[in-house]
Each structure stands twice: as C-alpha cells, then as structure tokens.
C-alpha cells in the first residue's frame, strides 16, 4: 500500500513537472517586442536552431526550444526564413517550424507589365533595386535556347503571383519567371515560332482590354504584316521612348517620329522583340487569330474598353472621329 502510494505521488508530481513546464512554453516571450527575421540553415541540428532563436531574440533560452522538442519528437524541423513579429511563446515558434511557416513575399505580376513596371514593382517590395533587376532581364541567355533571337527576358517574364523571399536573388527571379513560362509555353503544344509568337502576343495584350477583342486585334496585324503595312501600334512607340528613357506618361510627336527600332510607326514588320509579358490568353490570340479582313482599329467612346474595327482607312477616320469627339 505504501509502494501504491509513493508511485502515485511520483506520478502526480510528473502530472504537476509536465503540465508546469507547458505552461511555460506557451508564455510568450516579453523580449521579442519587435519583428524579428530568423534564417534556419539546412540540415541545422535542434541544438543549433535553438541557439539560432535564442540569440535572434525569438526565445529567451535554447533549452526551451530543446524542452519543446522533448514534447513533440516526431516533428520534422524545416530549414528557411521565419517571421516573427511580437512576443510569441517557445512552444508557438516550434510549432511554426515544425509545420514549415516559412516567410514568403507575394509579387504579383499582372498581364501586359513590361520588365521596367516588374523592375518597379520588385523595387517597391525591398526585394532589390530596379536597377538589379533590369541588369538581370538584360542578360537573355537563358531563354536563348527557345528564342535565340531574344534581346532581354521580356515576353518571357510569365504573368502571375509568385511567393518569394527577402533573399531572392535578381538571377533567381528570372528563372523563377521564364521557368513559369516554359511550362505554360509547352502546354499550348504549338511548333510556331516562339520569339514571333511571343512578340505578336505582347503587342495584343498591350492593345486588348477586352477579351473578346484579342484574336481580331491579332488578325489585324496578320493582316497589316501580309500587305507590308506598318503596324502603327502606340504600345511600340511607348516602348520606344521606355528604352530611350524619354517616356513621361504621354506620347508626343516626337516619340512618334522615333527612329528606334520598336517604334511602329516608323518600321514596318513586328518590334525586334516583345514590348511586355504576355498572359496565356494572348499567346492563344497570336497563335490562332481570328478569321477577318480587318485593317485598322480604334477605342470605341463607350468606355467599355472594346474597339471599332474597320476594313478601310475611311470607315477607320470615321470611328477615330467618333473616339475623339466621345473622349472630349
């Protein structure tokens, strides 16, 4: 009876140890005030990453890390980079380790941006200067085994939401990008020429407010290229003046009168290259134009974002008329 009775004190002073040392683990950490950015290395031992938070700040003492995997064991601890902003509790950081809570950074890269608006926009995220990344875009060399043609990435920057972190580099971004497009490129099964191809959609996508408008839009310039006419597409002239670090919002006659090679209105044939990032519907819209003998098209007055298209330069002065007078 007395051996009953000391294994049952024994047992509830283990109940009282155990349940004394969860609490503590869910305390959060009155010393972590601030954001705090913690890196764990692969292939880091519990040892180390304890050692890593406890002088980040993110716990006060290693051993409650340690504690904390005494607990829990059969947790995979993932390597990467951790956020954590205000106190939170050893117990909390583990369990976000454990289940992998890495830090990401979400960049998002809508259809028709140019390198110089994702430049911006990567800039703008504390991710790396514009000028990193450009310097980066510049280098083409690998989409050149699809376009060898390609003067920079641009076309091949594929549109979407990308998950990124704060070490990122400007050369793993653009295989992060041109790897997105090479998957959705071979997923349209087409044998048409990639830097063509891809150069005609970014002209649609810069034009095409509207869905439905891509294939005409893409007709028309089929249809334009087949007779040599210039393609007098605006996009191209602001690309121009992008390139030659003179655009400031508005195309002016000189932009117009540019002797630079992406500018349509004075040479005939498609742009040496794409003058944007394409989404997949145009890159459809460019491999299966629509079916029309249309040569010329202008913003309807409407507001809806969708054009008039015409098969003569009269009927065309008349709805560029109509568009003038309804925008003023």
């Known amino acids: 009876m007395r051996l009953l009775k000391v294994l049952a004190a024994l047992l509830l002073l283990a109940a009282v140890a155990a349940g004394a040392c969860y609490y503590f683990l869910t305390q959060p950490f009155s010393g972590s005030k601030e954001e705090i950015f913690v890196e764990i290395p692969k292939g880091s031992s519990t040892r180390t990453i304890a050692d890593v938070l406890a002088s980040a700040g993110a716990i006060e003492h290693p051993w409650e890390f340690l504690l904390a995997r005494a607990l829990r064991p059969s947790a995979k601890l993932l390597a990467g980079e951790y956020r954590f902003a205000g106190p939170v509790s050893a117990l909390t950081v583990y369990e976000r380790i454990a289940r992998g809570d890495v830090y990401y950074r979400e960049l998002a890269i809508p259809e028709g941006l140019n390198m110089f608006d994702v430049a911006a926009s990567v800039e703008s995220m504390g991710l790396m200067s514009a000028g990193t990344f450009l310097a980066a875009v510049r280098d083409p060399s690998m ?111 000189s932009d117009l009168a540019s002797g630079n090679r992406y500018n349509t209105y004075q040479h005939a044939g498609l742009p040496p290259g794409p003058i944007a990032n394409p989404g997949m519907a145009s890159l459809r819209a460019a491999l299966q134009p629509g079916d029309t003998d249309f040569l010329y098209f202008v913003a309807r007055p409407d507001g809806s974002g969708r054009h008039q298209f015409s098969k003569d330069i009269a009927s065309h002065r008349v709805a560029a008329d109509r568009y003038r007078r309804g925008a003023r």
């Open 143 to 253: 989409i050149h085994d699809l376009d060898p043609q390609a003067p920079t990435l641009e076309g091949y920057l594929f549109p979407d939401t990308y998950r990124v972190t704060r070490h990122t580099t400007a050369a793993e971004l653009c295989q992060i990008l041109t790897h997105r497009f090479r998957k959705e490129w071979k997923s349209l099964h087409s044998t048409a020429d990639v830097h063509e191809t891809v150069t005609m959609a970014s002209l649609i996508e810069k034009e095409a407010a509207v869905a439905s408008d891509r294939p005409i839009i893409s007709s028309v310039f089929r249809n334009r290229l087949k007779l040599g006419m210039k393609l007098d597409c605006d996009p191209t002239t602001v690309y121009a003046a992008l390139l030659d670090g003179r655009y400031h919002g508005v195309i002016h006659q």
